[in-house]
């Protein structure tokens, strides 16, 4: 294995990054990629030591205030592993300066919103966020498959979920997104939806809705179905159905016992905790009918804040004319009640 140590510098100004189109060299890793300025380490030479001198080499610029923001560990998968420093700094000339020629690539300056409608690797993407969300020092870990597939993404020792991104059919595109990146870009992927259901006397079943962690990413606080979930990478819908029961509720069924009942398409487009936030899903639909007792539930803190039944025609009501803080989609519920009652001919 081949190990080397480079630095990554994201000059800002005005709200836009100075980056780089890798254009010029034939046998280059990020060929037609859009990087930041920045290079591999010189013999005995410091991280900033190496910033300021790959960053003067490539743009002329002198920095002389930047920000150490994260080691990034670049797994190749062709046998190299690459430390990467990641800084960021702020443009040290008056703004319209023109621009030198540089021998790697051209530069241009990019509005930081636009940069995620570049080519750049979407692990690159990861760090993005990272940074726009103002995330202190971290260190993240990517893993690509020796060409530009991403396997696996590691942030501060903790595996982050990657999905495979799918297109408006529901096909397999061969894209894999982080989490935080697919909700930032709104690429369309797979979840699971799951309703847990009971009979009742009154208008035939009761369903169980959770509500959401108050520390959930998006809609904290609302009532939900009853478990719900994305579909990770190289996972099949039913197996993420069983694994989001027994994380959120402590649930183990059988595969028998979930009753697929079709799938609906989710998009919603807002902004949580000062920062966008874009569904655009294919769900597919389960519902459960093997007995439940809340007591018996185990809940998921990070996920789930509490459990309650309420009859399925309270809910849809309560739904249509706003008199619930939910999440839930008037359609999704309308597409389960068509299940039960066939279930029930």
Excluded at 87 to 101: K, S, V
Excluded at 117 to 129: A, M, P, Q, T
């Amino acid at each position: 294995m081949s190990t080397e140590l480079s630095t990554l510098c994201y000059i800002e100004q005005n709200g836009k990054y100075l980056m780089l189109h890798r254009v010029k060299k034939e046998n280059d890793v990020n060929k037609d990629k859009w990087i930041g300025p920045g290079g591999h380490f010189e013999p005995d030479e410091s991280p900033e030591e190496c910033l300021v001198r790959e960053v003067f080499e490539e743009t002329g610029m002198t920095l002389t205030d930047y920000r150490f923001r994260g080691i990034v560990t670049f797994v190749s998968g062709s046998g190299i592993t690459e430390y990467m420093h990641l800084f960021t700094a702020a443009c040290p000339l008056p703004e319209g300066a023109p621009l030198p020629e540089c021998s790697e690539g051209v530069l241009k300056w990019v509005s930081i919103e636009d940069v995620w409608g570049l080519n750049i690797w979407e692990g690159d993407k990861i760090f993005f966020r990272l940074l726009d969300e103002n995330i202190p020092f971290f260190s993240l870990k990517l893993v690509y498959d020796g060409k530009d597939g991403l396997v696996s993404a590691v942030l501060n020792g903790k595996e982050l979920e990657l999905f495979d991104i799918i297109d408006e059919k529901g096909n397999l595109t061969g894209v894999v997104k982080e989490r935080g990146v697919a909700h930032r870009d709104g690429s369309r992927h797979h979840t699971v939806h799951m309703w847990i259901v009971r009979p009742n006397e009154k208008s035939g079943w009761d369903i169980l809705l959770q509500r959401r962690s108050y520390l959930k990413e998006s809609h904290p606080g609302l009532l939900d179905t009853s478990a719900a979930g994305h579909i990770e990478h190289g996972a099949l819908p039913a197996d993420a159905a069983l694994r989001e029961l027994s994380e959120e509720l402590g649930i183990t069924a059988l595969p028998e016992h979930l009753i697929p009942f079709g799938t609906w398409n989710i998009h919603f487009e807002g902004e949580f905790r000062g920062y966008p936030y874009i569904d655009n899903e294919l769900t597919y639909e389960y519902y459960y009918t093997q007995p439940v007792e809340t007591k018996d539930l185990i809940l998921q803190e990070s996920e789930v804040d509490s459990v309650l039944w309420m009859d399925f025609e309270e809910c849809l009501a309560r739904v249509r004319s706003g008199d619930l803080s939910h999440c839930l989609y008037e359609g999704e519920l309308l597409l389960l009640e068509n299940a039960l009652k066939k279930q029930q001919v």
